[in-house]
């Protein structure tokens, strides 16, 4: 059964950094592409970010720069360092893995405060 966690969510002021966590299960974790996608209220979900099992890293052109995806195979958990954060940033961020379906995590709620 795939289980992912979010966590690392909160309030931040515009110019701050969060680092969200994404704890995975269920999964040979190693051998996943692993990706954020966020929703903003009232928005559609976008997707962020992508690592792939060989941590080949791609990003939404209108984040690269500021915001970093990472991952930790001893730990089965995905990252996603936020730098320099802007209040259009808030949004509930989710992480998600393919494996024939779409698994998503609960999300976790990121609120920039201007």
């Known amino acids: 059964q795939v289980q992912l966690v979010e966590s690392g969510g909160g309030l931040v002021q515009t110019g701050g950094s969060l680092r969200l966590s994404c704890a995975a299960s269920g999964i040979i974790f190693r051998l996943n592409t692993m990706a954020w996608y966020r929703q903003a209220p009232g928005k559609q979900r976008e997707w962020v970010a992508t690592?792939?099992?060989?941590?080949?890293?791609m990003y939404s052109d209108s984040l690269k720069g500021r915001f970093t995806i990472s991952r930790d195979n001893a730990k089965n958990t995905v990252y996603l360092q936020m730098n320099s954060l802007k209040p259009e940033d808030t949004a509930v961020y989710y992480c998600?893995?393919?494996?024939?379906?779409?698994?998503w995590g609960q999300g976790t709620q990121v609120t920039v405060s201007s």
């Open positions: 998600s893995v393919r494996r024939g379906v779409d698994y």
């Open positions: 690592i792939t099992s060989g941590s080949v890293t």
